[in-house]
């Protein structure tokens, strides 16, 4: 009875934990979004003609391959700054700033890319439209950051399976009323936007503010020193990106456009597995953090209890 006792304690304070309150809104949040991009994505499959189809799923594809390197792999290394510094809003409206430009950047990186590696005017298009994304994911990331930092996923989670929901009723209306794909990226990108707002004005803290983002200066040589030192998280992180990317790319260069469509829907499908170590290992890290402040054995304990107990 005892040992029964302490197996039910042991359960109920695992249950109370943060890791399995955020793990738990992230499961929940990921299976409803999972569900809905992909009665979106079948909509798509369905509405647009196989070339059509193929083409748009090639411009998300240069979009998500540039998108990997336009963090410049320095997510983790805000995520521990914000755990650790006194002066959090500084840090965050720098960041903020370094993150705004790097998006302007690589959207112009994602349209070069598209230009030059294909000759279809309607994937050049889209890869100009899509590419928007970049600079709205790359301000949305850093609020993503803070609330991961604070262990608040669930402002995440929440505003995310609102853009989910906003994408499934879009994919309704093409039943009612078909529009072409190039009009359905624009609509896209307009939800975007509506997501973005939404992550500043309920996903954010009070305190992050436009004007005194883009007041505060960031010197060159201190983002040069920032790169520096962090440049083994940019190689993991672009090691990453291509590694799950590249094959995209490679089919839509060597193989028709039927071809690319079966894949991105067989890359769809795989991508749902890998979902839960990702939503775990991002709550983990900031608890690692704050352990580790304590003494290095806190940090083991975290680290037992999360991922061996």
């Not at 189809?53 to 336009?70: D, P, R, W």
């Not at 709550?283 to 953090?289: A, C, I």
Request: with cysteine; proline share 2%.
């Amino acid at each position: 009875m005892k040992a029964l006792r302490n197996i039910q304690s042991r359960v109920r304070s695992w249950f109370s934990t943060a890791l399995f309150t955020n793990s738990l809104w992230g499961v929940v949040s990921n299976v409803l979004q999972n569900i809905l991009f992909s009665v979106f994505f079948i909509v798509l499959a369905r509405q647009y003609s196989t070339e059509d189809f193929a083409q748009y799923v090639i411009a998300n594809t240069v979009y998500g391959f540039i998108l990997g390197f336009s963090t410049l792999g320095l997510g983790h290394w805000f995520i521990r700054e914000l755990v650790n510094t006194e002066d959090k809003k500084t840090l965050t409206d720098k960041f903020f700033k370094i993150q705004l430009y790097s998006g302007l950047f690589f959207y112009l990186v994602n349209t070069l890319m598209s230009y030059s590696l294909y000759d279809s005017q309607l994937v050049r298009n889209l890869s100009v439209l899509i590419g928007i994304n970049i600079i709205f994911d790359n301000i949305i990331n850093v609020i993503k950051y803070i609330n991961i930092a604070r262990l608040e996923q669930r402002k995440t989670f929440v505003i995310l399976t609102i853009e989910a929901f906003l994408k499934f009723l879009l994919a309704c209306v093409l039943f009612v009323y078909p529009v072409p794909v190039l009009y359905l990226s624009f609509f896209l990108i307009l939800l975007r936007l509506v997501t973005l707002n939404l992550f500043l004005r309920y996903g954010s803290s009070k305190d992050v503010s436009l004007p005194q983002i883009l007041r505060i200066i960031v010197p060159w040589k201190e983002l040069k020193s920032l790169l520096a030192s962090n440049w083994s998280f940019i190689i993991i992180g672009s090691i990453s990106v291509i590694y799950w990317r590249i094959g995209s790319i490679l089919v839509s260069k060597v193989l028709d456009l039927e071809a690319v469509a079966n894949y991105e829907i067989s890359f769809k499908l795989f991508s749902i597995a890998y979902l839960l170590p990702v939503i775990v290992a991002s709550t983990v890290y900031p608890m690692l953090l704050n352990a580790y402040k304590e003494n290095l054995q806190a940090m083991r304990k975290v680290y037992h209890n999360a991922f061996i107990a």
